[in-house]
């Protein structure tokens, strides 16, 4: 099993940055691409970015420039730097990890989200 922990949210003013952590443990040998999603309040959860073992990442359209998704593998540590906060980021941030195939079937882990509320 894996188990995924976050930490670095909270509460901040327009503008500012955070940068989200999420440590993986247990079968963290078992851990291949990495990503960040959120879930706004009375809205789908949408993910913001992936990274994957070799590091190459992806984003979505509309938090490219501003969100940088990094990883340590040494750690199994993945990382979500979020530069010029704006009230519509505003959301619930869960880590995910999937499953590596010589693990097992296709799976992927949730971390227990953090908060990130950014006040205008």
């Known amino acids: 099993q894996v188990q995924l922990l976050e930490s670095g949210g909270g509460l901040v003013h327009a503008g500012a940055s955070l940068r989200l952590s999420c440590a993986g443990s247990?079968?963290?040998?078992?851990?291949?691409?990495m990503g960040w999603y959120r879930q706004a309040p009375g809205k789908e959860r949408e993910r913001v970015a992936a990274?994957?073992?070799?590091?190459?990442?992806e984003y979505v359209d509309s938090l490219k420039g501003r969100f940088t998704i990094s990883r340590d593998n040494a750690k199994t540590t993945v990382y979500l730097q979020m530069n010029s906060l704006k009230p519509e980021d505003t959301a619930v941030y869960y880590c995910?990890?999937?499953?590596?195939?010589?693990?097992?079937?296709?799976?992927?882990?949730w971390g227990q989200g953090t908060q990130v509320t950014v006040s205008s």
């Open positions: 995910a990890a999937a499953r590596d195939r010589l693990c097992g079937p296709e799976h992927e882990y």
């Open positions: 990274i994957s073992s070799g590091g190459a990442t």
């Open positions: 247990g079968d963290t040998n078992c851990i291949s691409d």
